[in-house]
């Protein structure tokens, strides 16, 4: 028997599960920057308080509940600036709950980097291109992650966060459009669409970084069911960091482990199988020896 192709594997249902998360992702994070900018321009209150003020680096929910980019409240450590405490306490809100939500959660429901990268992968895919100048590795971003660190104790500042894309990008959108929001995105664009494949998002970020080391002890992750999956590969073709979706590891420990995963649902609703499922990873059970076995001695029908 000839093997399955993609497109056979891929029925309605299927297609419907992927608009469905790409949808949901797209909501909240334009819900967030809507907060953030109806807030700041219109005054929109709720119980007489504030909804979102502030931005990504540093916001109020509400006027009582503070929430700080812990990346930013580490460089403001090592600069060798002690953070008011609001500014830590907001920091390590956002530490536990993204730890709660799993991986790099914040990269793929909330950074609004995010839907100017899959832009240019979609406009990539569209016109066939598959010509990248530079390769790099996806752990490159953890050396600019430590670069910024050595940055910021040189230099006294938060040194990334004078020049973050995604911080030039809020900043503007919310306080008022100017060149930074244009060479922002038009820089992770270009970057993205004619250099590097995913290069922002996927190789070079140091907020990726930050967050897959919190994404690693995450609770809520990608539920790997080894007896169910066929191997026909559509997970890891629409995987935006394919790296981490090595079967074999995740049938030992019944999960997507890696801290790198973004947990943006695309290879849960691609899944013709539905050998992958969100979960707590306690309900993650191991299941090598039988993926293996199977793996060994089967071919593809």
């Not at 580490?74 to 390590?92: D, R, S």
């Not at 080894?226 to 074999?248: S, Y």
């Not at 499922?277 to 191991?286: I, V, W």
């Not at 039988?290 to 029908?301: I, L, P, V």
Request: hydrophobic share 45%; glycine share 10%.
């Amino acid at each position: 028997m000839t093997a399955r192709t993609s497109s056979q594997m891929r029925p309605d249902a299927v297609r419907a599960r992927i608009w469905r998360y790409l949808l949901a992702r797209r909501f909240f994070q334009i819900a967030v920057l809507a907060l953030f900018i109806g807030t700041a321009r219109f005054g929109w209150t709720l119980f007489g308080q504030p909804i979102l003020a502030g931005d990504l680096s540093g916001s109020l929910i509400l006027g009582t509940v503070p929430m700080t980019d812990p990346f930013a409240v580490i460089q403001q450590l090592v600069a060798g600036h002690t953070p008011e405490l609001t500014m830590m306490l907001g920091g390590a809100i956002v530490v536990l709950f993204y730890a709660l939500m799993g991986g790099r959660s914040f990269c793929a429901w909330v950074c609004p980097m995010n839907m100017v990268t899959d832009s240019a992968e979609w406009l990539r895919a569209r016109l066939n291109l598959k010509v990248e100048w530079v390769r790099v590795s996806p752990k490159t971003r953890y050396g600019i992650a430590i670069g910024a660190l050595i940055a910021s104790i040189v230099t006294g500042t938060a040194a990334f966060e004078w020049v973050s894309p995604q911080a030039m990008l809020w900043r503007e959108a919310i306080w008022g459009c100017g060149l930074g929001l244009v060479s922002a995105v038009l820089g992770v664009f270009a970057l993205d669409f004619g250099v590097i494949r995913r290069g922002w998002c996927g190789h070079l970020c140091p907020l990726g970084a930050f967050w897959s080391v919190i994404g690693r002890v995450g609770v809520i992750k990608p539920i790997f069911s080894a007896d169910k999956c066929t191997r026909c590969g559509d997970c890891i073709r629409a995987c935006p960091e394919p790296q981490v979706l090595n079967l074999n590891r995740a049938a030992e420990f019944g999960m997507v482990r890696s801290g790198e995963c973004t947990n943006c649902g695309r290879c849960i609703a691609i899944c013709p199988e539905n050998a992958l499922k969100f979960g707590l990873r306690t309900q993650a059970t191991p299941n090598q020896n039988q993926f293996k076995t199977k793996q060994k001695g089967e071919t593809h029908a």
